[in-house]
């Protein structure tokens, strides 16, 4: 069964850092895209970065510039390094896999974690 975990989240203030982590467990097989969202209080959620089982990256404009996605294939872990973090990247940010491959692969839904918490504070 697949899992996804996200860990990282706390309170900064503004002009700090952050590295949010994406643990995915049970693919044993696939091969999956990554893609953090974020969902701030009364908003929808929103991707902010992607990193596709090929490895290539695309951002939101939003964060273009100070954040980083990349992924460790040993540890099965995405990482989102956060720089200079504003006030308005205060949500709750979350991890999706969508699976590639082989029939089976592709039938799997995608698979979202539990979110982590992200509070700049200016």
């Known amino acids: 069964q697949v899992q996804v975990v996200e860990s990282g989240g706390g309170s900064v203030q503004a002009g700090g850092s952050l590295r949010l982590s994406c643990v995915v467990s049970g693919y044993d097989y696939c091969t999956y895209d990554t893609r953090w969202y974020r969902q701030g209080p009364g908003q929808e959620r929103d991707g902010v970065a992607t990193?596709?089982?090929?490895?290539?990256?695309d951002y939101s404009n939003a964060v273009q510039g100070r954040f980083t996605i990349s992924r460790d294939n040993v540890k099965n872990t995405v990482y989102l390094q956060m720089n200079t973090l504003k006030p308005e990247d205060t949500a709750m940010y979350y991890c999706?896999?969508?699976?590639?491959?082989?029939?089976?692969?592709?039938?799997?839904?995608?698979?979202w974690g539990q979110g982590t918490q992200v509070t700049v504070s200016s």
């Open positions: 999706k896999t969508s699976s590639y491959g082989s029939d089976y692969c592709r039938a799997l839904p995608d698979y």
């Open positions: 990193i596709s089982r090929r490895g290539r990256t």
